[in-house]
């Protein structure tokens, strides 16, 4: 599944379209194909302040548009700059529900020259789906995303 992704993602990339609508097609693309993958938005560095700012998701809309460094997964990644893959957020002491149906989550961190200047987020409602290749396959699509920002 992961590798006929691949080259769907880069063709996003590779299109005219402004950064934030490929980021966009993106996201709708893996929430679509993925099945374990109910919410996927991208979070990014807010400045100069120590949050994270909502970029483009799909999903279910969130209040959670502004999260602290340090706060829930994505705050603690924001910190970490390590993937953080959550197998069940209720056993979690540190976990921002966005949904009383989301199970898992998995965020993986996004570089621009070494530096870490957001993640992609992806919310499941399936318990304990994430899989060392969707790590793989997440670095890959920051990767790529990080050649438009």
Request: hydrophobic content about 40%.
């Amino acid at each position: 599944m992961f590798n006929s992704l691949r080259p769907r993602v880069s063709s996003i990339i590779d299109s005219n379209k402004t950064a934030d609508t490929k980021m966009q097609e993106i996201c709708e693309l893996l929430k679509a194909e993925i099945p374990h993958y109910d919410w996927v938005g991208f979070y990014f560095k807010n400045g100069d302040k120590r949050e994270l700012k909502l970029g483009p998701y799909a999903g279910t809309p969130t209040d959670h548009t502004i999260i602290p460094f340090g706060k829930g997964i994505c705050g603690q990644v924001a910190e970490s700059n390590q993937n953080f893959v959550v197998p069940d957020v209720q056993a979690q002491d540190n976990y921002i529900a966005c949904s009383i149906t989301v199970k898992a989550e998995i965020v993986v961190p996004l570089f621009i020259n070494g530096e870490n200047i957001g993640q992609i987020d992806i919310d499941s409602n399936t318990p304990d789906p994430f899989t060392k290749a969707d790590e793989t396959f997440l670095e890959f699509v920051n990767f790529e995303v990080a050649k438009i920002l």
